[in-house]
Structures are given as C-alpha cells and as structure tokens.
C-alpha cells in the first residue's frame, strides 16, 4: 500500500503536465506521502497507538501564502516533541468546513504524545476575517506563528504560483506587469496586492490576541539560515532546543536548505523555490513605494522592523 501511493506521487511530481499545488488527487497523494513517511511511523495506521490521541493543535501557523509557510512547518517537525498535521485544514477560514465542527477538526489532526505539541498550517488564515475571532474561541491562549517575508517578494511569488497552475490546467497566463499595472497605475485591486498588506490584516488579529501571542519568522532569513529562526519559535513554544545544523544541508541544485532528519535527507516540492520572472524595476519601485507606509504602520503596530524595501 505505501509502495504504491509513493510511486503514485512520484509519477505525479515528475508528470509536467499534474496540477501542482490545487490538484485534488495530488494533494491526497501529498498528504498519504506525508503520512506514511512522518517521523512517527505510527501515523500511517489508523489504529492508535497506546499512550497518544489526536490533540487540537496548541499552534497554528496561520500564514502568509507564500511566506515559506511549508519550509516553516517541515523544519520544525524535526523536533521530537512536535507533529504537523499533513495537509492544509482550512477549518477556520472555509466555512463549509467550519461549520463541520470541532471534532472533525481534530479527526484531521496526527497521534501525539502527552510532551507533544501539535501544529496544524493554513496559510489562508492570516488574511481571513473570520480566522481571528474563530482560533480566539477555540482557545483564547493559542500561540500563533505567522511567517512573512518581503511584501514584494512574496507578491511576486504569488503570481509565480498561480502563473504555474494555470500553465498545467492549459489556462492563458498574463505577464506579471499586466496584471500588477492597469490603465498606467499600480492595481491595488490585484488579490496578491492585498494579502501582502500585512498592517492591515494584523490588526484583525490584534483585536483578538496579544502582541506576544503571534510570532513572527522571518521568511527572508528563514531561506537564508533556517537555524537561527528555528530556535527562536523552540523558544517561544518553551520547548528544549532540540533543532541543530546537522538538521539541515544546502542543496546546489535547488538552491535552498533542505532538511535531514532519521537519517533521511529532503527537500521541500518543487512548487517551492521556483525560479521568478524578472520584473520591470519601473514597476518594482511602484510596489515598493506603495508598500513602504503599510510596512512603517506594520512595523510599529508589532514593535520591530524587517529590512524590507
Ligand atoms: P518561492 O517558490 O516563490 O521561492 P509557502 O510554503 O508558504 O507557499 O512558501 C513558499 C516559499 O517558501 C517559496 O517561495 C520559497 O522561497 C520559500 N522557502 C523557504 N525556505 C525554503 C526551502 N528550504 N525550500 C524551498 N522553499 C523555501
């Protein structure tokens, strides 16, 4: 059975013509990969191991999309005393979903010990107006990652994912600056735009947490050296330091760490860390300069500053 679902999702990996990040049946492969091969290889069955039970994540990585929110979680499952629900649960932003319940949420969550932390990641919750108050009335004391990086950046990695995903479903794709600028000015309108006003969808969280409930990784240095970003959410989570450099090596080919762990080395799917376009720098400086005022009321809204544009 864990052969063929491997070989299944090899075939789909490699096929250029798979949908990558929203096929339906990739995602399931995805997540029965994911099982089989998680740290703990009890999660592959569905009989329950003695001594853990499926636990309501006590964090949540709630975003950005196209923050490294994936790199954030598969790191950190390195730690012993963490599991990661597989797949993106969508509980608190889909209200088909929400309305499921919350036993049907944790059915969704991995066997955990007692000393175990589990984390569930939906990078669609940070720019949802429901998922504040929802997360706050499941438990008011959660402690939230939030992963961001350049607003830019992360604008333009947007539309790399969703030029991809067109690409593989035979649907036209447009080039970046058509979209971005329409009729000569920026198009604020542009879905990637807004989620990447960061000042503006911190404010619904901090209507329903404390500042110090939400940590905030560093997307940018988290590319760069994952360790030091690890340590710091091992800390905020007071969880021993168990996260070391052997846990990670740079790979050339991808140009990213990828992640060793049980003597097994990784590197996170190819939709993460796809080459971008380059960007006409005209254009570059209108997202820039539209950006700058929403990171400056940003950065004194949590009291720290990125080196952002
Ligand atoms: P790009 O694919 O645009 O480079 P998310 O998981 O939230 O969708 O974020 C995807 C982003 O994670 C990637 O965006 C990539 O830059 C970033 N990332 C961070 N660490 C990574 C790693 N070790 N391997 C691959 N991508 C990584």
Redesign the pocket.
Known sequence: MAFLLVSAYLLLTRSHSAPVENGALMETLKSQVLLLSNKSEHYSTQVRPPGTSRRIPQTIII???????????E?LDVHPNIVVAATEVHFFDWDENYVKGIEWYRSLMPFSYENQITIEKT?GYFTSPQAPERIHDMNSSIKLLL?L?DPT?RV???Y??VYYNRLESHKPVQLFEDIVIKNGALNTKYKAIQRSLYDIHMERWLKHFHLDQIHIVD?NT??KD?LPELQKVERFLNLPSRIMSSNFYFNQT?G????RSDGRER??HE??????PIVNSTVLEQLYSYFREHNAKFYRMIKHSFDWH
């Open positions: 975003g950005v999309r196209k923050g490294g929110t994936r790199a954030l979680l790191m990078p992963i990086r950046e333009i990695s947007d790399t994912q997307g988290l590319i994952p991808k990213f760490y990828c992640i590197c996170l939709s993460k860390g796809r080459p971008h």
